[in-house]
């Protein structure tokens, strides 16, 4: 793999070893880019290739995100990540009742084909990556940006990105869940099924634990958790007909970054090392790439503070150089105001920024896997490894992440360690600078971007323009073979694709999953 660079020194002049090791010699009993992983999935990692600036980005109308995705770039943001609305996470269009005051709130709202081509207006999707963090959904908002990139011209094999579509994690940590598990889970192998087919560069579901952790878990809980769901899918996908080595390469992970330096570090090790056995455990596949581990990581949204906001650009920058030295390989850093309110175009160019000077600037891009070797890092490594192991064994024991949830097992783990973490902060047992530590009588005035307050009604116009315009037989005809179809195993992608070419919307092909599906409510764990 070719090299960023003729030669990799430090400041100072000094030659840096690609892979340092004892004696500064490169034998090691394991190397980077080789199983079990542990050092990196590249044998030369940022020396050739630094990690995906993706940073997420979404809110109000489809246009204005639009104009934020165009700004990032041009500032040199490598990928995009969309934020949905509340609503559109939930698979509402903007005009029902339960919408009300959520429309643009957390995301972008996205209602129809119309949204979706306003969001990547002169942005053309065979040169850019995508992420969309949309869950319940996600066969729903896929079919969309596929619409969208026929409509261009773009080679469907072409299409690069990432649809979360990780619906335990949304039982388990984040409730944003619609359906019942089964055919939750049915909705996600009909994803992976149709794209290993069709669009053989998409990954289809983006693991996550970084909602785990913001919900209260621990790093050793983030983990196990998050490699648990895997399997599950993984088993999921297997039961269709599937065989692992035709999809398992196109899995891709989540994990947040927390404020403990050296622990997260040695987590993504651990959690590379621990996937490569686990895979090899249960499935033993024959492409090397099914068992290696590619995650995306954001920094700790949990860890930012509203009182002295501008001490999060520290935190920030922190967190993410953990991630980079732990080996992601892509990145989001959150924007220092977002306690307060939605980031504003320049805490947004802060933060992307932070990842920028952090590749360009520290010399940490330069070597490969800096950590390696540190009696703490390798022995952290070893033990988070060890306990999401067993961990993992004891959901495996229970018949599996979905059977664990359906007691609440996971969620009661999660609400003891989120007590734990709080207590400790209220008792001063952990010093949170601003909060109970450093506090100051006077703080700066931060303002977060505010949202139009038209937009909802604006929302409701073009859904009231879309109905009036369309044509209504081939819309009917287009929800109720998908309801049918529901019952059935055949694959729901191409109905829904079809779907949305003829503008039914985003709610009303939720509904017509739902005559079938019903819907469903995880226990709390409590």
Same mark, same amino acid.
């Given at each position: ?48 290739r ?24 041009e500032?040199?943001?490598? =990928? ?23 429309? =643009? ?21 065979? #040169?850019?990556?995508?992420?969309? &963090? ?19 011209g773009? $080679? ?90 035709d ?31 686990l ?30 906001p501008?001490?999060?650009v520290?935190?920030?920058s ?18 220092? $105001? ?23 600037? &520290? ?12 009696? #703490? ?19 495996? %024991? ?19 360690s989120?007590? /734990? ?5 209220? %008792?001063?047992?952990? /010093?949170v ?18 949202i ?14 879309l ?33 949305? /070419? ?15 599906? =019903? ?8």
């Amino acid at each position: 793999m070719e090299l960023r660079k003729d030669s990799f020194e430090t400041l100072g002049g000094l030659p840096i070893s690609p892979i340092p090791g004892p004696d500064d010699s490169t034998v090691q009993d394991e190397m980077p880019g080789e199983a079990p992983y542990t050092r990196g999935v590249h044998d030369t990692m940022y020396r050739s290739r630094l990690w995906t600036m993706r940073q997420y980005a979404g809110f109000s109308s489809a246009d204005e995100t639009n104009k934020r995705f165009r700004t990032l770039l041009e500032l040199g943001q490598s =990928g995009l990540s969309v934020a949905f609305d509340l609503p559109t996470q939930l698979g509402m269009d903007s005009d029902d009742p339960l919408s009300l005051g959520e429309v =643009g709130r957390v995301g972008v709202a996205i209602d129809s084909i119309i949204d979706m081509r306003q969001l990547f207006d002169e942005i053309q999707l065979d #040169h850019v990556s995508t992420s969309m &963090t949309i869950n319940s959904p996600a066969i729903i908002l896929l079919a969309l940006y596929v619409a969208v990139g026929e409509e261009q011209g773009v $080679d469907p094999a072409q299409l690069r990105g990432t649809v979360q579509n990780d619906i335990l994690k949304e039982y388990i940590a984040r409730g944003t869940h619609v359906f019942p598990p089964e055919p939750s889970m049915r909705l996600i192998t009909d994803v992976i099924e149709y794209c290993a087919e069709h669009h053989p560069m998409w990954n289809t579901i983006s693991i996550s634990g970084y909602h785990i952790r913001e919900a209260g878990a621990t790093a050793v809980e983030e983990i196990a958790f998050t490699l648990s769901n895997a399997l599950a899918y993984v088993n999921a996908a297997i039961s269709t007909g599937l065989d692992v080595d035709d999809f398992a390469p196109r899995l891709s992970f989540f994990f947040g970054c927390h404020n403990d330096f050296f622990e997260e570090v040695a987590k993504f090790r651990a959690a590379r090392r621990l996937w490569y056995r686990l895979m090899n455990e249960h499935f033993d596949p024959k492409d090397p790439k099914s068992s290696m581990l590619r995650f995306h990581t954001q920094t700790a949204g949990v860890t930012l503070t509203a009182q002295q906001p501008l001490n999060n650009v520290a935190r920030v920058s922190y967190q993410a150089m953990a991630a980079v030295l732990g080996g992601t390989q892509s990145l989001h850093t959150n924007s220092y $105001d977002e306690a307060i309110g939605l980031p504003t175009d320049e805490s947004a160019t802060i933060a992307l920024r932070t990842q920028q000077i952090l590749a360009e600037e &520290t010399g940490v891009a330069d070597v490969v896997d800096p950590m390696a070797g540190s009696y #703490h890092i390798e022995a952290l490594t070893d033990r988070i490894e060890q306990d999401a192991y067993e961990l993992i064994q004891e959901i495996e %024991n229970m018949g599996g992440a979905l059977a664990a949830l359906k007691t609440g097992f996971q969620q009661r783990r999660i609400h003891e360690s989120a007590w /734990k973490q709080t207590t400790d902060v209220e %008792n001063l047992h952990r /010093k949170v600078v601003g909060v109970n530590h450093a506090q100051m009588d006077n703080e700066p005035e931060i303002e977060g971007q505010l949202i139009n307050p038209e937009l909802a009604e604006q929302q409701h116009r073009k859904l009231e323009l879309l109905r009036a315009e369309r044509d209504a037989e081939s819309v009917a005809a287009a929800l109720d073979a998908i309801t049918q179809a529901a019952s059935t195993d055949e694959n729901l992608f191409p109905l829904i694709l079809h779907a949305v /070419k003829v503008n039914c919307s985003v709610g009303e092909i939720m509904n017509a999953l739902k005559v079938e599906f =019903g819907t469903w409510m995880a226990p709390s764990g409590f």
